[in-house]
């Protein structure tokens, strides 16, 4: 493939350009989804199981439907039928079933949000209860292998485990963690002759508009969805989730209204997924000099018994290190809870808590600095496939985040440093997320009133799409960014792939790339109003020979309280090879953002289930604890230039995620450090140190 747009200057990629959303965001007019301003709207509350599984036997609405301005009580005697797409969590209100507490059984539409909730509260239900078993652990006799990730061995790790003069083997685990994106997840639905509109929070309109014209047997052209503005997703905007299909159920109950609703931040916690926990048992077998013989990561994640999803926390592992010995393993618990989900970086995220925990283990066994310990495992090629990496500088960031953070005076003896009655000690993590890309997206290019005119059906959730894509456009096209109109975030545009698994910028980028040499071969550098070109995104051959893959390394200080176990984290430095940056500015705000829900997963996040009543029981923000500005004093992310010439024609690798993985790792390590106490288990609070 050739290199970096090649036959154009490259002048706004890489410029330090602010985000043009930003003036209509911080003036209050950027419109999210549930701000459209559409004609008499009809609010929607949902009514959600108080039992964890059995079903509904009946629903005594009486009272619920003598609430003034109350219009109707949806259930699943009067709700549409759907197609069956053969996603149990989307069959919203197709049956009586129950199969996890809070699961939407229901709903209510009424004139104002207040009278909709009201009357839910109002509604009684009657269910035939079931037993239950929400209970995850490691030692249940009932897990299974997924499959979607079968046991993959190489070599024998058990016979390196047992001839290795330096072992570590021991158990990591990682909670159950909620997405808390700044907007809940939002609709508004109208259904009309014509069709369903959706105003929609999403990570993608084009594959909420696929999923819910099956869903309803529509044809797609006949469903739009609409999402110029998302205020965050982390993943749980990703896949659909069942308050979408319940506001257009609802909707279609009343023709010609919109239906609005946005989930309250405790719904957040039943209805839009979760990270899984995991346990994960790490082995690692050592010559005396840290140089690896083995490495294994047996995961056990757990699932909805209705629906499969598997957190993928054993994949970082083919990619780390060199080992002869290999061995990865993932065992799922199907429990009566609601699906899991994507969150930020799944699979890596935990994935790489047990083993760069195992690896600070390892260097302090053989008396080896952890960054060397790091170095002196190089893979040359990616060690699950063999293949060789398209480019890979996790050395260069360990190197360049040693230099910036000061860590050649390090004394690495734990316990050694004490300020004020803090003990004091820094770590080190690496960091990886490979670099994928979707196919599916095409965009189009129109010259018009002397502008270039890019429209493609991305998605900005926070991110910087806006911005990144009008710079990449620019470019492309060799004009100005003033020159470009960008178009994004509605599915009457053309098809675009999901702002999932940190691959929106490279691919809408490189669509964008290949419609405007579309534009250019056929239109020239002075076309004719009205001139158009679209294209796809062509293949890129180089997928099949090259790993690819970013990296990273993560230093964190730590200082925990002597007396009262406290534990801060004065500062936190990352650096990243992620190919070419395409704006430092958004980049920035993505690493750090990243790092800063590290930082979070670190020390707080942790959804805590009740077994007897089987949800979550610290559902809102007051309870369930997220980074705030007091817990992040001096956050850096840097890079270093890294130019991949296989990637994509951008030579950019994707940014939204790596920030997150290592980051604990890190935290955890420097904790150790300081107090020599070693934590296996997250979220790290004080009691491990009292
Ligand atoms: Mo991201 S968790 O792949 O949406």
Same mark, same amino acid.
């Given at each position: 493939?050739?290199?970096?747009?090649?036959?154009?200057?490259?002048?706004?990629?890489?410029?330090?350009?602010?985000?043009?959303?930003?003036?209509?965001?911080?003036?209050?007019?950027?419109?999210?989804?549930?701000? &459209?301003?559409?004609?008499?709207?009809?609010?929607?509350?949902?009514?959600?199981?108080?039992?964890?599984?059995?079903?509904?036997?009946?629903?005594?609405?009486?009272?619920?439907?003598?609430?003034?301005?109350?219009?109707?009580?949806?259930?699943?005697?009067?709700?549409?039928?759907?197609?069956?797409?053969?996603?149990?969590?989307?069959?919203?209100?197709?049956?009586?079933?129950?199969?996890?507490?809070?699961? +939407?059984?229901?709903?209510?539409?009424?004139?104002?949000?207040?009278?909709?909730?009201?009357?839910?509260?109002?509604?009684?239900? &009657?269910?035939?209860?079931?037993?239950?078993?929400?209970?995850?652990?490691?030692?249940?006799?009932?897990?299974?292998?997924?499959?979607?990730?079968?046991?993959?061995?190489?070599?024998?790790?058990?016979?390196?485990?047992?001839?290795?003069?330096?072992?570590?083997?021991?158990?990591?685990?990682?909670?159950?963690?909620?997405?808390?994106?700044?907007?809940?997840?939002?609709?508004?639905?109208?259904?009309?002759?014509?069709?369903?509109?959706?105003?929609?929070?999403?990570?993608? +309109?084009?594959?909420?508009?696929?999923?819910?014209?099956?869903?309803?047997?529509?044809?797609?052209?006949?469903?739009?969805?609409?999402?110029? &503005?998302?205020?965050?997703?982390?993943?749980?905007?990703?896949?659909?989730?069942?308050?979408?299909?319940?506001?257009?159920?609802?909707?279609?109950?009343?023709?010609?209204?919109?239906?609005?609703?946005?989930?309250?931040?405790?719904?957040?916690?039943?209805?839009?997924?979760?990270?899984?926990?995991?346990?994960?048992?790490?082995?690692?077998?050592?010559?005396?000099?840290?140089?690896?013989?083995?490495?294994?990561?047996?995961?056990?994640?757990?699932?909805?018994?209705?629906?499969?999803?598997?957190?993928?926390?054993?994949?970082?592992?083919?990619?780390?290190?060199?080992?002869?010995?290999?061995?990865?393993?993932?065992?799922?618990?199907?429990?009566?809870?609601?699906?899991?989900?994507?969150?930020?970086?799944?699979?890596?995220?935990?994935?790489?808590?047990?083993?760069?925990?195992?690896?600070?283990?390892?260097?302090?066994?053989?008396?080896?600095?952890?960054?060397?310990?790091?170095?002196?495992?190089?893979?040359?090629?990616?060690?699950?496939?063999?293949?060789?990496?398209?480019?890979?500088?996790?050395?260069?960031?360990?190197?360049?985040?040693?230099?910036?953070?000061?860590?050649?005076?390090?004394?690495?003896?734990?316990?050694?440093?004490?300020?004020?009655?803090?003990?004091?000690?820094?770590?080190?993590?690496?960091?990886?997320?490979?670099?994928?890309?979707?196919?599916?997206?095409?965009?189009? +290019?129109?010259?018009?009133?002397?502008?270039?005119?890019?429209?493609?059906?991305?998605?900005?959730?926070?991110?910087?799409?806006?911005?990144?894509?009008?710079?990449?456009?620019?470019?492309?096209?060799?004009?100005?960014?003033?020159?470009?109109?960008?178009?994004?975030?509605?599915?009457?545009?053309?098809?675009?792939?999901?702002?999932?698994?940190?691959?929106?910028?490279?691919?809408?980028?490189?669509?964008?790339?290949?419609?405007?040499?579309?534009?250019?071969?056929?239109?020239?550098?002075?076309?004719?109003?009205?001139?158009?070109?679209?294209?796809?995104?062509?293949?890129?051959?180089?997928?099949?020979?090259?790993?690819?893959?970013?990296?990273?390394?993560?230093?964190?200080?730590?200082?925990?309280?002597?007396?009262?176990?406290?534990?801060?984290?004065?500062?936190?430095?990352?650096?990243?090879?992620?190919?070419?940056?395409?704006?430092?500015?958004?980049?920035?705000?993505?690493?750090?953002?990243?790092?800063?829900?590290?930082?979070?997963?670190?020390?707080?996040?942790?959804?805590?289930?009740?077994?007897?009543?089987?949800?979550?029981?610290?559902?809102?923000?007051?309870?369930?604890?997220?980074?705030?500005?007091?817990?992040?004093?001096?956050?850096?992310? &840097?890079?270093?230039?890294?130019?991949?010439?296989?990637?994509?024609?951008?030579?950019?690798?994707?940014?939204?995620?790596?920030?997150?993985?290592?980051?604990?790792?890190?935290? +955890?390590?420097?904790?150790?450090?300081?107090?020599?106490?070693?934590?296996?288990?997250?979220?790290?609070?004080?009691?491990?140190?009292?």
């Amino acid at each position: 493939m050739s290199g970096l747009l090649e036959n154009t200057s490259t002048r706004a990629i890489g410029a330090d350009i602010g985000r043009v959303d930003g003036p209509a965001k911080v003036t209050g007019t950027a419109t999210y989804a549930f701000e &459209h301003q559409l004609n008499a709207p009809a609010y929607l509350h949902p009514i959600q199981a108080t039992v964890v599984r059995g079903r509904v036997r009946e629903f005594d609405t009486r009272d619920a439907e003598a609430v003034p301005g109350v219009l109707t009580v949806l259930t699943h005697d009067n709700a549409a039928r759907l197609a069956d797409i053969g996603d149990a969590e989307l069959a919203v209100l197709q049956s009586d079933e129950v199969a996890h507490r809070g699961q +939407v059984i229901g709903a209510v539409l009424a004139e104002t949000p207040e009278a909709a909730r009201q009357a839910v509260r109002l509604v009684r239900v &009657h269910y035939e209860e079931r037993s239950h078993d929400v209970r995850f652990s490691a030692a249940r006799t009932d897990l299974y292998t997924p499959g979607e990730a079968e046991d993959d061995e190489q070599g024998d790790l058990a016979g390196a485990m047992a001839s290795a003069p330096v072992t570590v083997d021991h158990t990591y685990t990682t909670p159950m963690e909620h997405n808390n994106p700044m907007e809940p997840h939002s609709t508004i639905a109208v259904w009309e002759d014509a069709g369903l509109t959706l105003y929609e929070s999403t990570q993608g +309109v084009h594959s909420v508009r696929s999923t819910m014209a099956e869903l309803f047997g529509l044809d797609p052209e006949r469903v739009r969805v609409i999402a110029p &503005h998302v205020g965050g997703g982390f993943g749980s905007k990703g896949p659909l989730h069942p308050p979408v299909v319940l506001a257009a159920l609802a909707a279609r109950l009343l023709p010609g209204r919109p239906v609005k609703l946005a989930l309250t931040r405790q719904q957040m916690f039943d209805l839009v997924g979760y990270r899984s926990p995991t346990i994960q048992r790490v082995r690692l077998a050592a010559e005396p000099d840290g140089r690896l013989t083995g490495i294994g990561i047996d995961v056990t994640a757990q699932t909805a018994r209705f629906k499969e999803f598997l957190e993928q926390a054993g994949k970082p592992t083919e990619v780390m290190y060199a080992a002869p010995n290999r061995r990865i393993t993932h065992r799922l618990a199907a429990l009566d809870v609601a699906p899991p989900t994507w969150m930020r970086a799944p699979g890596e995220c935990p994935g790489m808590f047990g083993p760069e925990v195992a690896m600070d283990e390892l260097a302090v066994a053989c008396g080896v600095d952890p960054v060397e310990l790091r170095v002196r495992n190089e893979p040359g090629t990616e060690p699950a496939s063999g293949r060789p990496f398209s480019s890979r500088n996790l050395v260069a960031c360990l190197r360049e985040g040693a230099r910036r953070f000061g860590w050649q005076d390090r004394d690495p003896e734990p316990r050694r440093r004490m300020e004020d009655g803090w003990l004091v000690g820094t770590g080190v993590a690496a960091s990886t997320y490979p670099t994928g890309q979707m196919p599916g997206s095409v965009a189009a +290019v129109r010259f018009e009133d002397g502008h270039y005119h890019v429209r493609i059906g991305a998605a900005d959730i926070g991110t910087g799409a806006w911005t990144v894509l009008t710079q990449i456009a620019a470019d492309a096209l060799g004009v100005p960014v003033t020159a470009v109109r960008l178009r994004i975030g509605d599915s009457s545009l053309p098809s675009a792939s999901l702002a999932g698994g940190s691959t929106g910028t490279v691919s809408w980028g490189s669509t964008i790339v290949a419609a405007a040499q579309a534009f250019r071969e056929r239109h020239g550098t002075a076309p004719a109003d009205g001139a158009e070109a679209r294209a796809g995104l062509p293949d890129n051959p180089n997928r099949e020979r090259y790993a690819m893959h970013a990296f990273g390394a993560q230093f964190a200080e730590v200082r925990v309280h002597a007396d009262t176990g406290e534990v801060r984290v004065p500062r936190l430095l990352g650096v990243f090879a992620a190919g070419r940056i395409v704006n430092p500015r958004t980049a920035r705000s993505q690493f750090i953002g990243g790092m800063t829900m590290g930082l979070s997963m670190a020390l707080h996040e942790d959804s805590v289930v009740d077994p007897r009543f089987g949800c979550v029981v610290n559902h809102d923000l007051a309870e369930y604890h997220i980074a705030a500005n007091a817990d992040v004093v001096d956050l850096q992310a &840097h890079w270093i230039d890294e130019a991949d010439p296989y990637v994509n024609p951008l030579g950019a690798k994707g940014i939204g995620e790596i920030g997150i993985v290592g980051t604990a790792a890190a935290i +955890v390590n420097a904790a150790y450090h300081a107090t020599g106490v070693r934590v296996r288990e997250l979220p790290m609070t004080l009691e491990h140190f009292l």
